[in-house]
């Protein structure tokens, strides 16, 4: 089962992300090789250079590093307090209207790109420290960049485009498949980037003051909403009113929480007494409690709704970090919901997440840590992958 959890790099100090984690392996496949082909098309539009960095963990050593243009593996250095600067990662990416190829190792990694300025690493004693532009201080804020994450085991390849921590410069991801088909998600609709900024400017509420400009007004991306309650951009009770009527509604009512689609028989039961909502199995034992979470927990699936990966409070969780990021616990006492027309219906939602989706080609997006459940993840997997793709599209 392909699962996400939520992340914070070593020495960074703050949640920057999501990766992959993998269950089981698929059934025996022809070998998956050391390195795939990631072919890189440059369909922005924009004129400046680009730049390509990718940067992971290398799988058969657990070394964090970045690969050459080849995918040949080179270990970050000692890092140093403060950040000392990272070696220079990066590969020159395609020009506009152009392409070029690079190889993916066998990672659990992000590829960054980035308009017209490299992108500033730097390392601690601890790792590597990535952007966090929620961060004033930042090197990166005034640059647009972006990533796509993917893991490649011997199961295969898993891409993912990503907008957990921002909605920036767009981007969509692709896999060839071994019998020579191709699939891809990400792309936005015509007009979609646009959209978005327009949408969010028009929500009340504080939603607007996610979206970060350039010295010359230019956008550059709107944060998360994790991180805009983290630096005050919105309301530290934007999701209040919501989670209390939540907790409100099944003081008297069971909720049932099926996390599982392939064991529909697994199922928990959730209720709240003396202000904690308890979960139950099937023979009415006590199996994981939750405090009232506050919107920092919803937005980030994390702290009140943490997530371990584990078999009961894990699943539970995720689950529940869905339905209300999706505003879907009052409306089914039966979750996961995965009826998209019942998402965000709420006055209070996720209204980030919800946009982003309204403006996605196939309605697909990792809008939060847990936007796979329910299968609305922008994901593409193979077992047996021939070459991937990374498309940068407009900015319109």
């Known amino acids: 089962m392909l699962t996400r959890i939520a992340f914070r790099l070593l020495g960074a100090g703050a949640l920057v992300g999501a990766l992959l984690t993998l269950g089981q392996p698929s059934p025996a496949r022809a070998a998956v090789p050391d390195t795939v ?142 019998d020579g088909a191709t699939v891809s998600t990400g792309h936005l609709k015509p007009g979609g980037y646009t959209g978005f900024f ?48 939540v907790w409100q509604k099944y003081a008297t009512t069971t909720l049932t929480v099926t996390p599982f689609a392939d064991r529909p028989g697994t199922k928990y039961y959730g209720r709240v007494s003396g202000g904690v909502m308890n979960f139950t199995d099937a023979a009415g034992a006590v199996v994981t409690s939750f ?13 009140l709704l943490d997530a371990p990966n584990d078999a009961v409070r894990g699943p539970i969780s995720r689950t529940l970090c869905a339905g209300f990021n999706r505003s879907t616990l009052l409306a089914n006492p039966d979750q996961p919901d995965t009826t998209t027309a019942g998402f965000y219906q709420d006055a209070v939602t996720n209204h980030y997440a919800r946009k982003i989706h309204a403006q996605m080609a196939d309605g697909k997006a990792y809008a939060f840590a847990f936007d796979d459940v329910g299968h609305q993840e922008s994901l593409v997997h193979d077992g047996s992958p021939r070459q991937a793709y990374l498309t940068l599209d407009p900015l319109s």
């Open 37 to 178: 082909p990631l072919k890189i098309t440059n369909n922005s539009g924009r004129g400046e250079p680009v730049y390509v960095y990718n940067l992971g963990t290398q799988l058969s050593s657990g070394r964090q590093g970045w690969a050459d243009a080849d995918g040949g593996f080179h270990a970050w250095p000692p890092g140093g307090n403060p950040p000392t600067p990272a070696p220079d990662a990066s590969i020159a990416g395609p020009a506009a209207g152009q392409s070029t190829t690079i190889r993916m190792p066998r990672f659990s990694g992000r590829i960054y790109f980035s308009y017209g300025r490299k992108l500033d690493f730097r390392l601690t004693t601890g790792g590597l420290v990535q952007p966090a532009v929620q961060n004033p201080s930042d090197p990166n804020r005034s640059i647009l960049f972006n990533w796509s994450e993917y893991t490649l085991n011997d199961s295969g390849l898993w891409l993912n485009s990503t907008q957990v921590d921002m909605f920036s410069a767009p981007y969509a991801v692709g896999v060839q498949r071994a």
């Open 198 to 245: 327009d949408a969010l400017r028009g929500q009340p509420g504080g939603w607007a003051n996610l979206i970060q400009t350039g010295s010359d007004g230019t956008v550059l991306r709107a944060l998360s909403p994790l991180y805009g309650v983290e630096t005050g951009a919105l309301p530290a009770g934007v999701m209040d009113d919501y989670v209390n009527r």
């Open 291 to 303: 405090q009232k979470p506050d919107a920092s927990s919803v937005f980030g699936c994390h702290r």
